[in-house]
């Protein structure tokens, strides 16, 4: 079974542009989370979608968001970038259940300059 | 909110040698998380526990969960230097409300 994709791989934006990152949850799983890594504050939970919704939300800016379509791929956008938005975004999917184990995809690597 | 401790932050050691790292939180988890990470790359699942008092042994790794389900450790035994790598724990809220609380990480270095 694959599992979960993202895509870009790497990217590089300048402040203020805006930024969509897709991800592919693997065959079958319904819910799909965001994460932010920095090196200073780790993983951080951004958002969660099952279902077409969101189901969970972290302490993120409205500048962070994101949907979730029919089959399951999510994208998440990010407006009006600031440096301190620059880390590596990861998605992660699971079958959907509460409080079931995730697993993650490669990340896109966000470079804000 | 919920926070984890990891510890140590950074550890290097010889190959052959054993390490434990630590996952604390005064937080009640409904499961325990355990993953190792390369540089560049996602997180990758080593195990999940989800018993007060749970052991699971894979290979060279043991990862244990505390009784009261507030901490876990993660040991290695003979470690050798393809278990280099960042080793992140990260717990499930009971509902599964806000997301994996993820700790700092364990930078481990294991030298030849």
């Known amino acids: 079974k694959a599992g979960v994709t993202q895509t870009p791989r790497y990217l590089i934006k300048t402040r203020g542009q805006q930024v969509t990152l897709s991800c592919s949850p693997i065959?079958?799983?319904?819910?799909v989370s965001w994460y932010q890594q920095t090196p200073g504050q780790g993983l951080q939970f951004l958002f969660e979608?099952?279902?077409?919704?969101?189901?969970n939300k972290g302490n993120f800016p409205g500048r962070f968001s994101g949907r979730q379509f029919s089959n399951s791929r999510s994208e998440m956008n990010v407006s009006t970038l600031e440096l301190g938005d620059s880390a590596l975004y990861l998605c992660a999917s699971s079958l959907g259940a509460r409080g079931e184990t995730q697993y993650f995809g490669p990340g896109t690597r966000l470079l804000v300059l | 909110t919920q926070l984890l401790e990891q510890s140590p932050q950074f550890l290097s050691i010889q190959e052959g040698e054993n390490l434990t790292v630590y996952c604390n939180s005064s937080s009640v988890f409904s499961s325990l998380q355990w993953y190792r990470q390369e540089p560049g790359e996602g997180p990758v699942l080593l195990v999940t526990?989800?018993?007060?008092?749970e052991v699971k042994k894979l290979k060279r790794l043991t990862f244990q969960f505390g009784d009261a389900r507030k901490d876990s450790s993660l040991h290695i035994t003979a470690a050798q230097p393809g278990d280099t790598g960042l080793y992140l724990c990260?717990?499930?809220?009971?509902?599964?409300?806000?997301?994996?609380?993820f700790g700092k990480g364990t930078h481990l270095i294991i030298q030849p």
């Open positions: 979608y099952f279902s077409e919704t969101q189901r």
């Open positions: 526990v989800v018993t007060g008092g």
């Open positions: 065959s079958g799983h319904r819910s």
């Open positions: 990260a717990g499930a809220s009971w509902g599964g409300a806000d997301g994996l609380t």
